[in-house]
């Protein structure tokens, strides 16, 4: 029953996830001249991250195992594939009209995502920890 339980939340992570991936595809899209522009320094940086930190967040939950070597396998699943998918994603942005790929753009998305996957690991560490004793 547990792991029918289990098998059913990683489902639905897994479909949020791609959900969210697509979400990110259809913005990171759109030609550069319809982007609103921010009068705040750096402030696309802030939503690359915060996009990236949720994305960080949906990968690890879709994937995570709570196991012996489970939970690094995770980690770096989670990380490998948000680092990947950053990475091409900034790389599209080549035919995008007005966009172009920039590497702190990646940056900020690598640090979000990271940030992301160690929140939700801390948390259900914690939560294990918590449980245990």
């Keep these: 029953m547990l792991s029918t339980m289990k098998s059913a939340a990683s489902y639905r992570y897994r479909l949020l996830t791609l959900v969210y991936a697509v979400i990110i595809l259809i913005l990171t899209s759109t030609p550069g001249d319809r982007v609103p522009k921010f009068t705040i320094a750096h402030f696309d940086k802030i939503v690359h991250f915060s996009i990236y930190y949720i994305f960080g967040v949906l990968l690890l939950l879709a994937v995570f195992e709570f196991k012996p070597l ?12 948000g680092l990947g998918f950053g990475a091409l994603d900034e790389f599209h942005q080549f035919w995008i009209p007005n966009r172009f790929p920039d590497v702190l753009d990646f940056l900020a998305d690598a640090a979000g995502l990271s940030l992301g996957i160690l929140s939700v690991f801390l948390f259900i560490l914690l939560k294990y920890i918590k449980v245990r004793l």
């Design 70 to 81: 489970g939970s690094l396998k995770s980690i770096l699943t989670a990380l490998i594939t």
